[in-house]
């Protein structure tokens, strides 16, 4: 099913590799050591920057739990860099692991049955310890923030990154400042940047312009920036794809043909795509084994669904976005270049889906057990839509990712729920009611 062109993580000694770790410009190529300077971008071209490997590991090279299991696969082992006095392997990584991964891979047997496909499993992501997937990215570019020595940690955020930063800076003692669109940002989500300690700035403009102010303050040197453009938080995001494959096949001794994911700045989809291929190098899958990558998008913030659509290199930033999946109200996936050759390669595609379309997902999940923040939703909305239309064949194995907890966005929640119902203090009340 997959026509996987695989780029192939260079095979190739770089000048400067560091214990076979290096970051290259997925544009031109250029080859940087990883840790010798802070660096989000390509100095000669401003490209995308990749972690790539000397070697890539097997599933018998991983052990453990969690994000940490995959170590191998990670630019530094648990015991290397940053694993201090007061932190680190021994002391079961205090200062930068709370622990997170290790995520459930739930059976939704009446989904299942109503959408008409082979297996359906959902990996819930919700249940990291903030609730949402940044925190396995978190885990990574908080332990390389401290190696670079940096001073303040930064991100722009829909909310689910800046609850991450904000618990990921205050275990590690360091400062943290957010920037959030003001008044688009879900409860439970400020609540926890809040709480945890975080600089919280309102931004009067929506996440893209956030992420811009962020970037310039970055580049200042003001602020160490932990969004998806830091190569090493995809890296962390990337033990999704091997947990989900290894999962599944210690079920059904088969990998899924299909992962079905929300997307806002693609930076899931772009670490999906770099575990596969990674595994692909290993030997561990081959090319017609690797899942389709399938991404879902709001209608009202769909521009990587256009570019699928219409066949485009390069995606359209959308100046006006909406939608009640807060999440991924995003115009301008940073991503892109990364997941745009990760949906094509892996014989996947986009679909938009709109907002009474999630709820209705959600409620479909919470009607398993599964509580969802509405982007979550979206996978399992775009699964049903591709599933009516024929895309997606009633014989596929599918995985849909549920990225963000139900509680982070109570209000939601309330919304796509039944209302409760006042009542007088007495049984025969209540039973009244019940009849
Ligand atoms: N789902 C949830 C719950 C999210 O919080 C996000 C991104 C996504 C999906 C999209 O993932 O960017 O990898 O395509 N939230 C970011 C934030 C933007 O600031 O919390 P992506």
Redesign the pocket.
């Known amino acids: 099913m997959t026509d996987l062109v695989l780029d192939a993580p260079a095979q190739s000694a770089p000048p400067e590799a560091d214990d076979g770790v290096w970051l290259e410009c997925i544009a031109c190529g250029e080859q940087f050591a990883p840790f010798d300077a802070v660096r989000y971008t390509c100095d000669d071209c401003d490209g995308l920057l990749e972690a790539r490997y000397a070697d890539h590991p097997t599933f018998d090279d991983f052990s453990g739990e969690g994000v940490w299991r995959y170590a191998a696969a990670l630019p530094f082992a648990e015991d290397e860099i940053g694993a201090d006095a007061d932190g680190g392997a021994e002391s079961g990584g205090a200062w930068y692991s709370l622990p997170e991964g290790h995520t459930p891979l739930h059976e939704v047997p009446r989904l299942r049955e109503e959408v008409g496909v082979n297996r359906l499993r959902v990996k819930h992501e919700g249940m990291n310890p903030t609730g949402?997937f940044?925190d396995r990215g978190m885990t990574v570019g908080v332990r390389v923030a401290r190696e670079l020595g940096v001073g303040r940690l930064a991100c722009a955020?829909?909310?689910?990154?800046?609850a991450a930063l904000a618990a990921y800076g205050a275990r590690a003692g360091m400062e943290t400042l957010v920037l959030l669109p003001a008044g688009k940002v879900a409860a439970g989500k400020v609540a926890q940047a809040s709480l945890h300690g975080a600089r919280i700035l309102e931004v009067d403009g929506n996440?893209d312009d956030c992420l811009d102010i962020v970037q310039e303050l970055a580049t200042d040197g003001e602020a160490y920036l932990l969004n998806?453009l830091n190569p090493f938080r995809l890296e962390g995001q990337k033990t999704i794809g091997f947990e989900i494959l290894e999962r599944f096949h210690a079920d059904y001794g088969t990998y899924p043909d299909r992962v079905v994911l929300?997307?806002?700045?693609?930076?899931?989809?772009a670490a999906l795509f770099k575990a596969f291929r990674e595994l692909v190098a290993a030997g561990e899958l081959t090319p017609d084994q690797v899942p389709a990558l399938t991404g879902v998008q709001a209608e009202g913030a769909a521009p990587m669904v256009e570019a699928i659509e219409d066949g485009a290199d390069e995606v359209r930033r959308w100046l006006d976005v909406e939608t009640r999946a807060t999440?991924?109200r995003?115009g301008n996936?940073v991503n892109a270049p990364k997941a745009l050759p990760g949906i094509r390669e892996t014989g996947g595609t986009a679909v938009a889906v709109s907002d009474d379309e999630i709820t209705d997902a959600q409620r479909a999940l919470a009607g398993e057990g599964v509580g969802v923040?509405p982007?979550?939703a979206a996978s399992v909305a775009g699964l049903r839509k591709l599933r009516d239309a024929g895309e997606i064949a009633a014989d596929e194995d599918v995985v849909c990712l549920t990225?963000?907890h139900l509680l982070k966005d109570p209000d939601a929640a309330f919304a796509a729920g039944d209302d409760p119902e006042p009542v007088a203090n007495s049984t025969e009340a209540v039973l009244d009611l019940l009849e």
């Open positions: 949402s940044k955020s829909t909310g689910n990154t800046s996440f998806s929300p997307v806002g700045n693609a930076g899931n989809t999440a991924i995003i996936p923040e982007a979550s990225t963000g």
